[in-house]
């Protein structure tokens, strides 16, 4: 029993140890795998570590190139923004030169005319105290025959008083003509000053900008590489995009810029936008050229009509069918003599309606026939005709009122005006055209086109003299009644014409008038 019990001792001691060996085995085991994961562990977070710092270098790298290219942009930009600026700067200053030029030859013109006024007045002077004397004279005279008649023995009482009576009656029409004379000249003075006064009013009450436009416009390309992509291979594209726009591209050694060429102002501004947005775009070929320009046409017909629904709105002008205002944004790209169009219609309009106020007339009515004097020239390059016949016609198809088409017709004198509006459109669209620095033509070409039209008409045999009237609108011709009959009068003014025709260029149209004049003077003595 002891023996058995020493037996079970010791198994439970063999058991218990082991127990104890395995799980000492175990623990190493378990040790060394756990160092092995442990490592494992440690080697990927380095690997990871190691992408990390790879992408945060590549996104470094990365975000430095694009701050960059975008400091190449802004640098680009502020470059461009400094040449505009200094060219702004430098028209403004040639511009505030050619005005003071302006101002002192108008200070030497006012002195003259000043000189001259004191010298007609001294004129007037000596005039009036002769007819002062001459009308003591005549009445003394008057006096003396009176006494006569009262003295003379075999007239009556009756005939004394009838030569009496008719010499009265002379003085008292003398005196009388003496008056409306004087009363005339007076009210001429006073009108002509009140004149002046009213358009000295309107002008300073009317400030436009002086725009000058040009026949060519200038794209900025991101860099000299765009113009190969532009060109093409072969000239495909550039091809492609003047077929499609009817303009001219000058690609030159002019450093990231092309030129498009086009006297049609829509034209070329059409080829701008649609140009741009391909530089933009980075895809040019000639389907998308095509697709971009129709894209470009209809946003250039919304600037345009925007641009004329914002002059409806500023002036008040209700009531303009769709596509009379439609007309009348084609004219924010129409130019004469470098004068924007719209801007000078928008001028003239509120000229209009400042003139109708200070003389009691309907400023509505002035300034709706003023904002559409012009419209004729949206559409005088595509239809024969004179602007301001043209425009009279859109003016009527499109509902406006007799007066209006009226006003339109005739702020040439190309019509007989039929109401007192053609005459203040007239002398608004006058001021608006005349005044400094508004028009491109220079003063020397202005003088040199007058003469020439007044060569023209010289050169022909039987002329005597000839007028430029209108600021180059008419030429009046006095003929040689000895040399030139009616009909011959009436053939040389188509000749003029035809001559004026061929040999210069001038906006609008010019009226030739011819004059012949038959005067036949005898001497009573």
């Known amino acids: 029993m002891n023996s058995g019990l020493i037996i079970g001792l010791i198994g439970v001691a063999i058991t218990g140890s082991a127990l104890l060996i395995g799980y000492f085995w175990r623990s190493i085991v378990d040790r060394k795998y756990a160092e092995k994961k442990e490592g494992d562990a440690k080697k990927e977070a380095e690997l990871i570590l190691d992408k990390a710092r790879k992408e945060a270098e590549l996104s470094k790298k990365t975000a430095i190139l694009e701050a960059k290219d975008e400091w190449f942009i802004v640098k680009t930009k502020f470059e461009r923004e400094v040449a505009e600026k200094k060219e702004m700067i430098r028209a403004e200053q040639q511009r505030l030169k050619e005005l003071s030029i302006e101002l002192k030859n108008r200070g030497d013109i006012i ?94 009450r009317s400030a436009a900008d002086t725009t ?19 060109i093409g291979r072969e000239g495909r594209n550039i091809r492609a995009f003047e077929e ?21 102002p829509i034209r070329r501004e059409v080829a701008r936008i649609a140009l741009e947005k391909l530089i933009s775009d980075g895809r040019i070929h000639p389907g998308r050229i095509e697709e971009l320009i129709a894209k470009s046409e209809e946003e250039l017909k919304k600037k345009m009509k925007e641009a004329a629904e914002e002059i409806l709105y500023d ?154 009237i209108q600021a180059g609108r008419e030429i009046r011709v006095m003929v040689e009644p000895d040399h030139i009959s009616d009909a011959e009068a009436e053939e040389l003014a188509m000749q003029i014409s035809q001559k004026i025709q061929g040999e210069m260029e001038y906006p609008g149209q010019i009226k030739v008038t011819t004059i012949r004049e038959i005067r036949y003077t005898e001497y009573a003595k």
């Open 315 to 468: 002036l008040d002008v209700h009531g303009l069918k769709p596509k009379l205002v439609e007309m009348l944004g084609r004219l924010k790209y129409r130019t004469s003599y470098g004068q924007n169009v719209l801007q000078h219609s928008n001028e003239v309009a509120i000229l209009s309606g400042i003139i109708a106020s200070e003389l009691g007339f309907d400023p509505k009515v002035a300034v709706r026939a003023g904002l559409l004097h012009d419209i004729g020239k949206s559409i005088d390059r595509e239809i024969e005709g004179t602007h301001s016949e043209l425009g009279a016609e859109l003016a009527g198809k499109y509902g406006e009122n007799e007066i209006i088409c009226n006003s339109v017709a005739a702020h040439h004198e190309d019509v007989t005006a039929t109401s007192i509006y053609p005459v203040i459109v007239q002398a608004a669209d006058t001021i608006s055209s005349s005044r400094p620095g508004v028009r491109k033509e220079t003063l020397t070409n202005y003088v040199n086109r007058l003469s020439k039209l007044e060569e023209i008409a010289d050169s022909f045999k039987g002329v005597g003299k000839s007028y430029v």
């Open 111 to 204: 002195t003259k005319r000043e000189t001259e006024f004191t010298a007609r007045e001294s004129f007037l002077n000596s005039k009036e105290k002769t007819l002062r004397s001459k009308d003591t004279e005549l009445t003394r005279l008057v006096k003396l025959q009176n006494d006569k008649l009262e003295r003379v023995a075999h007239m009556t009482e009756e005939e004394a008083k009838k030569v009496l009576l008719e010499n009265l009656e002379n003085q008292v029409r003398y005196e009388c003509a003496q008056l409306i004379k004087e009363k005339k000249d007076n009210a001429l003075e006073e009108a002509d000053k009140e004149a002046r006064e009213i358009i000295l009013h309107a002008i300073q």
């Open 212 to 230: 000058v436009e040009s026949t060519v416009s200038v794209v900025h390309l991101p860099n000299d590489e765009m113009k190969g992509r532009i």
């Open 244 to 264: 499609a726009t009817g303009i001219d591209v000058i690609v030159d050694d002019t450093p990231e810029a092309v030129i498009l060429s086009s006297f049609n």
